[in-house]
């Protein structure tokens, strides 16, 4: 977080899921101040506004595995584009959803990291592919899809090679994983601290372990992924997805804050707020917290 130019964009897409109401969560963050937040850091914010998402009323699937693919390949391909150009134009990417297939776009645009690691917060591991969903939800498959795993046309979004590696994700905070996303994980060893890891090592060591990992793979920069369903949904009730048995508000800002000291974050994106099943904009306000907390907001 050296940069301390933000450029800050909004994907008001529901496409990679059924639940409406996720495509408003780029307003409500808005609305709960997260630019006043960020300029009271001394941080410069370009709000880039919200990507356009033509709004159906109906499903436009064709394929029951990979509900509205059309939709989400053009959204994605608009994204990768906005977070390619405020890369290279040396700001650091804020993205805001949106459901959680919004990251297929956000990683394909990170393209410039030639070793990028990844840490991806959520109650699930999104690793489905149209062999394994039991949903065709394409929110539940973008870290198969940076990949290279499962449709074409997603893998291939802004270039045709893997967007990450195996060995540079780190999955915290996961208590639902789907049997075929379990096989996945232990065929490709990707790194995964579930609850059960949290609750035993204590935040602040799985972050520790997973900041010098990082460093030992030797990463020339870090997306952070953040999914308002890691957190328990006594604090955040306002996600289409939320499990039972979360992290906990303070310890989702202990590791915020955690990564601001290691000063390892390069792009952001925060997603799954849906204010149409929250309590008076509650995830929104803890989505701004902790945004707050990672790009340096401290007590004292």
């Known amino acids: 977080m050296l940069k301390k130019s933000i450029a800050l964009i909004g994907v008001p897409s529901d496409y990679g899921q059924r639940r409406r109401g996720v495509d408003m969560g780029p307003s409500a963050i808005r609305y709960a101040g997260v630019v006043e937040r960020l300029q009271a850091l001394g941080y410069t914010v370009q709000d880039e ?30 994204l990768a584009h906005k977070v390619e150009c405020a890369v290279n134009d040396k700001h650091i990417p804020l993205v805001l959803g ?62 045709n090679h893997p967007k990450i590696k195996k060995e540079n994700i780190i999955i915290i905070g996961a208590r639902s994983i789907d049997e075929g996303e379990r096989e996945l994980i232990k065929e490709q060893n990707i790194k995964v601290y579930t609850m059960h890891e949290i609750d035993r090592l204590g935040m602040a060591n799985v972050v520790e372990d997973a900041i010098r990992y990082l460093n030992i793979r030797a990463v020339d920069g870090v997306h952070l992924s953040l999914d308002l369903d890691a957190i328990d949904p006594l604090y955040t009730p306002g996600v289409g997805t939320p499990v039972a048995g979360g992290i906990t508000y303070r310890e989702s ?33 803890v989505a701004v917290a902790l945004i707050g907390s990672l790009f340096g907001e401290t007590l004292v």
């Open 49 to 78: 506004g919200d990507i356009w998402v033509e709004k159906s009323q109906v499903e436009h699937t064709q394929d029951e595995k990979l509900l509205n693919l059309e939709e989400v390949v053009e959204l994605s391909t608009k």
């Open 98 to 159: 949106g459901d959680h297939s919004i990251a297929i776009g956000t990683l394909a645009g990170l393209s410039k990291y030639e070793n990028l690691g990844v840490i991806w917060f959520d109650a699930h591991a999104d690793i489905n592919t149209p062999d394994t969903t039991p949903s065709g939800n394409i929110h539940g498959m973008p870290l198969a899809v940076s990949l290279g795993l499962g449709h074409e046309r997603l893998t291939s979004i802004n270039h």
């Open 253 to 285: 800002h202990l590791a915020m804050e955690m990564l601001q000291e290691a000063k390892l974050i390069t792009s952001v994106e925060f997603v799954e707020v849906n204010p149409i099943l929250d309590e008076k904009n509650k995830t929104a306000d």
